[in-house]
């Protein structure tokens, strides 16, 4: 009955079959390494909640470039730990981060260069704050003195961002669009490190005008989804060849015709009972 799945043509709808669920198996497994790697960054986030904090120097090695020039990026599995550093704010080179959403308004994430002993510098993101009132989204706000003298603070490490934006210089204040560490390293007059600091703690009173940066958690149980999903798609070409293959079959047999209707009238009529 199924000597022809042997023919080229059942061959190819074959080759198709196996060639599309092998396909969605791959996407699934790709989505699998996705939902892990989502799954890791959420438990670095919940531990470094209550972890104490490490030296700088723990998560990101320091630059050893010239001045304007970024160190080597945090290790992925480094990053959202939280680590302690010591140093002077740099209030002459404050960059300012437009579209940032905090409490459903667009305002600025605010990071100062906190310059180290050893003359090299690390981003702090010291907080939210809203734009200029009455002056639209991108009306650059009055910032608040970043603290004089020696200051210890403690945060998450952050990995650069990616994509583009340039970085530029408006009213005495660097602004981007996107934090992108070597891009803002160019306009430093000191080398800094790979990856910035999401303030948690400093040894000196917050300004209350910042508003902490809000961190999220990343969606894991999408990428769960898209893998049972890509799975099920495989297994469901191969049976829906199989249902094609076996209907074919009982074709073939003259086991799927439909019956011809009966003549109800040509039958005879059944002998009365006394």
């Known amino acids: 009955m199924y000597r022809f799945l042997l023919t080229p043509r059942w061959l190819g ?38 972890m104490a904090p490490a030296p700088l120097s723990d ?15 945090p290790a992925d599995e480094l990053t959202w730990t939280r680590v302690t550093a010591t140093g002077r704010y740099d209030a002459t080179n404050v960059v300012l981060v437009r579209g940032r959403t905090v409490d459903n308004t667009v305002g ?21 704050i ?82 902490p940066v809000p961190i999220g958690h990343t969606n894991n149980w999408q990428n769960f989804g898209y893998v049972v999903q890509w799975w099920l798609f495989a297994g469901m070409s191969l049976v829906g060849y199989g249902w094609v293959a076996r209907r074919e079959a009982r074709r073939a047999a003259g086991l799927g015709k439909p019956r011809p209707p009966v003549d109800r009238a040509a039958e005879p009529a059944p002998s009365a009972t006394a």
């Open 130 to 211: 809203p734009p200029a009132s009455g002056g639209g989204a991108i009306a650059q706000p009055q910032v608040p003195a970043a603290p004089t003298g020696p200051v210890t603070v403690s945060g998450r490490v952050v990995a650069s961002e990616t994509g583009g934006g340039a970085v530029d210089r408006r009213d005495g204040k660097l602004e981007t669009r996107r934090i992108g560490v070597p891009r803002i390293a160019r306009q430093l007059p000191y080398p800094i490190h790979g990856g910035y600091l999401l303030l948690d703690e400093q040894s000196r009173a917050t300004d209350p005008a910042f508003k």
């Open 59 to 73: 998560a990101m090695p320091a630059p050893t470039g010239g001045p304007g020039t970024a160190g080597p990026a």
């Open 108 to 128: 600025f994430e605010v990071l100062t260069p906190l310059v180290l002993d050893d003359g090299t510098a690390v981003l702090v993101d010291r907080g939210w």
């Open 13 to 50: 709808y074959l080759a198709l079959t196996l060639v599309a669920a092998a396909l969605m198996v791959f996407l699934g497994n790709w989505q699998l390494d996705r939902y892990r790697g989502r799954t890791a960054i959420n438990e670095r986030i919940d531990a470094g909640a209550t």
